[in-house]
């Protein structure tokens, strides 16, 4: 008996060990290039999600084992997060470029959806008094939201498809406001500036031609829909780009960088606060891009924290499109991550965008944004461009335009880093109407602003993901200067300055 029963135990500890070297729940498990474990834990087994990206899901063919222990999420262990989805939430590292100033902090712990039935259009006119008076007082730090890749599952259930409103949808905006001449961002002209002082020679000169490319301006911490103004009036006649980035929840598979507006009522108020300052400067020309990574989480993030929020992103881009969607001196563009990452989803993405534009019966948009932060190159995006135009057509959008940013892909590297990548450069310069022969882009736009950080290595906002090998080492925290990547890319830059 002594003998079966530590045959017994040994049998079970050597099924825990074997079953210990393989990917647990919901964890990569395969993908290109992909060099972890490829086994799942017992009860699941690997799916595939693309060609980047497969993940352990639950093996129902197999007999019912345990739950998991729900983990926190690894802090220091970088082998640990090289399992998740290299593409979740990647546009982090956009915090606010004033990030060192929001008084909130971080207020926004992630919460059940309290929502979920909510009708997104509730006291919309209301009027809305200004919080943000005085946004030029100093302002307590922020902690910047650390980085942290979400664990891809397979998309959530959408709802069956009704019939658009009359007049929504495609044919949004009928011009391209990128025809126009564009606002170059004063903030990033700034940070330029800085790292000349540290430069000489030829590299100085070719800054010097830097500073001249537009850049788009991120609205992304409460106290922005009050710097709204300044940059309509600095513009004049040109076009201004911005990037609301304020969405409540924002980041819902990463707790540690959860952010943006504490309510659907509060982003409401944003959204109508920025909408009036707009309206106050009706000779202006904006672009707004509503929301990076939001979409690419509701398409492919099926983890509790995200499935709870799934309705109010939903509810939130839709009162973006409403209200920013009817103004004639304001052009639309929901953010679309990008082709490594929904490209084999886009008849799942189109869904998604119908369902938006369904809930937002007085707004259009002119089209979807592409690469915000990444790097893939402008050829295999305008292949993702296509792909959505047409999955979108079919479900009733038509003449769907894109914008696809170009601050950081002159150099076309396959990697799964997003972080700091070694080796990029400055891609083709802001502008509209780029190629005749890509009909559907809209511009290359510089919208991450290129030379800030993705996230720091170290510190106490350090991101395991800006640990890897081909991260550029010795990086600030998200969002702050980072003179060496700033010379990487300048001296890799195509086309050259």
């Not at 007049?167 to 500036?193: H, L, R």
Request: aromatic content about 8%.
């Amino acid at each position: 008996m002594k003998f079966i029963v530590c045959a017994s135990i040994l049998s079970a500890a050597l099924f825990k060990l074997t079953d210990a070297a393989c990917a647990g729940p919901y964890a990569q498990c395969g993908g290109n290039n992909f060099s972890g474990e490829k086994c799942c834990q017992s009860g699941y087994k690997c799916v595939s999600i693309n060609e980047w990206y497969a993940q352990c899901e639950v093996d129902n063919s197999a007999p019912a084992a345990p739950a998991p222990a729900a983990a926190a999420p690894p802090t220091s262990n970088a082998a640990e997060w090289d399992n998740q989805n290299p593409w979740g939430n990647q546009n982090q590292q956009q915090q606010n470029p004033w990030e060192n100033q929001n008084p909130w902090g971080n207020q926004n712990q992630q919460q059940q959806n309290p929502w979920e039935n909510q009708n997104p259009w509730g006291n919309q006119n209301q009027q809305q008094q200004n919080p943000w008076e005085n946004q030029n007082q100093p302002q307590a730090p922020q902690q910047a939201p650390q980085q942290q890749a979400p664990q891809q599952q397979a998309p959530p259930q959408q709802a069956p498809l009704q019939p658009a409103p009359a007049g929504n949808g495609g044919n949004g905006s009928s011009q391209n406001f990128f025809q126009n001449e564009i606002y170059a961002n004063p903030k990033f002209i700034e940070e330029v500036d800085s790292s000349m002082a540290k430069l000489n020679g030829d590299l100085k000169a070719k800054a010097e031609k830097v500073k001249s490319v537009p850049t788009a301006v991120w609205l992304a911490w409460e106290g922005a829909p009050g710097e709204v103004a300044q940059h309509l009036e600095a513009a004049g006649s040109k076009t201004v780009v911005f990037i609301m980035y304020m969405i409540p929840t924002r980041d819902c598979n990463a707790n540690a960088s959860a952010g943006g507006a504490s309510s659907l009522e509060a982003y409401k108020g944003h959204v109508d606060n920025i909408a009036n300052t707009i309206k106050s400067h009706p000779n202006s020309k904006v672009v707004m891009i509503l929301e990076p990574d939001t979409l690419g989480n509701l398409v492919t993030a099926n983890s509790e924290a995200c499935k709870n929020v799934h309705t109010l992103h939903k509810n939130a881009l839709s009162y973006g499109v409403n209200v920013f969607g009817s103004m004639s001196n304001v052009s639309v563009y929901i953010d679309a991550a990008h082709g490594a990452w929904l490209g084999n989803s886009t008849d799942k993405v189109a869904a998604v965008i119908k369902e938006i534009l369904n809930n937002a019966p007085n707004g259009k948009i002119r089209g979807l944004s592409t690469n915000i932060s990444n790097y893939q190159p402008v050829a295999s995006e305008y292949g993702y461009h296509q792909k959505l135009a047409s999955a979108l057509s079919a479900v009733g959008v038509p003449d769907m335009h894109f914008v696809v940013d170009t601050g950081r892909n002159g150099v076309g590297i396959n990697s799964d880093t997003w972080c700091n990548l070694v080796g990029t450069g400055f891609g083709e310069r802001s502008k509209g109407n780029p190629n005749p022969g890509m009909p559907l882009l809209d511009a290359y736009m510089w919208l991450k602003t290129p030379g800030e950080a993705d996230g720091s290595s170290s510190g106490a906002r350090a991101d395991p993901g800006c640990a890897k090998s081909d991260s550029l080492p010795g990086a600030p925290d998200a969002g702050q200067w980072f003179h060496e990547y700033f010379v990487q890319l300048l001296k890799n830059a195509k086309p050259e300055f």
